[in-house]
């Protein structure tokens, strides 16, 4: 499965507006909801990534080219337990730990939006060159 490289920015990009609003309201149903976004795209099905799909593609047109769908999946993955660690942090009103795992987040985040840089991706490429046995 191919992933038009804009979409994942303008994903990262969403990502780091409610991540940014998580850290300066505390709210915990906000990083609930992001939480719920990266499992979808986890599972390939990103919110974010349909939004992009119908409102800003059309008006890019097409993608030069196309990259692979499972570092991008990996991220989602990556970014889904750092936001669980948060909401769980929220919950229980830790407060260093729900301040440490959004902002971590929304780190990772802002550095793909940014500068096109996913922190995720990379994190699968590193795995899957070193246990190449264990990955498709």
């Known amino acids: 499965m191919q ?7 303008f994903a990262a990009a ?4 409610i991540l940014a609003l998580v850290l300066v309201t505390g709210n915990l ?3 609930l909801a992001q939480s719920v976004v ?4 986890l599972a390939g ?3 974010y990534g ?11 047109g097409p993608p030069v080219h196309m990259e692979d769908a499972a570092p991008p999946r990996f991220a989602q993955g990556v970014g889904l337990v750092f936001a669980l660690a948060g909401v769980a942090g929220l ?15 929304l780190l990772a985040a802002f ?13 699968y490429l590193i795995i899957r060159r070193l246990m190449p046995a264990a990955t498709p």
């Open 50 to 60: 349909l939004l992009f799909r119908r409102l800003v593609r059309p008006k890019l």
């Open 45 to 47: 099905a990103s919110p």
């Open 111 to 123: 550095l793909n939006a940014a500068f096109g840089f996913c922190l995720g991706c990379e994190t």
């Open 29 to 31: 149903w906000l990083l």
């Open 3 to 9: 992933v038009d490289p804009r979409s994942t920015r």
């Open 38 to 41: 990266f499992a979808l795209g």
């Open 91 to 105: 919950a229980a009103q830790i407060t260093p730990l729900a301040l440490g795992a959004t902002a971590a987040a």
């Open 14 to 17: 969403v990502t780091t507006l």
